[in-house]
């Protein structure tokens, strides 16, 4: 749905159903459905884990919430792709049975400061940023381990601002 120009009403016209819907009705949805932010949050299999040395990016399999399409659960499923230009939250929350440190990774880059956890060796682990991101940039969720186990819960990320 689409915004529509309302069309010019004088004193005295009669408002019909259809006037009412396409003038009034329909904008309100729209305006409605748009300032609810765009968001997703994906999971994993409950048994999906990194174990061993070694620097894994995380892959997940099922969708909480997608609003836009920012995670697709069939190709690069490891994958945030922001629909538009603008200022994204991205958090994440995992279970560890030892150190490990979890990274946003950008483009699938290491950021400059990096966003990274500080060796998490409590049972669960927790990172977040707010970053600014342009159309179809994406973000991943990877996880460096000395051979401990390590169960990624969730991964997610709301459109903060945009200018669009």
Known sequence: MAWST?????????????????????????????????????ATDANAQATGAGSYSVTFDTELLDTDD?????????????????????????TATGTVNAY???????????????????????????????ASDYASLYIVTGGETINPSYFSMTLLWSNV
């Open 6 to 42: 309302p069309s010019a009403q004088v004193l005295g016209d009669l408002i019909t159903t259809t006037i009412w819907n396409q003038n009034v009705k329909d904008n309100v949805i729209y305006i409605h459905d748009r300032s609810a932010p765009l968001s997703c949050c994906v």
């Open 70 to 94: 920012y995670h697709s659960t069939s190709s690069n499923t490891e994958r945030f792709i922001a629909p538009v230009d603008g200022l994204y939250h991205l958090a994440a929350r995992f």
């Open 104 to 134: 946003i990774y950008i483009n699938g880059a290491v950021t400059t400061p990096e966003i990274k956890s500080e060796d998490i060796t409590l049972a669960w682990g927790m990172i977040a940023s707010t970053v600014y991101l342009s």
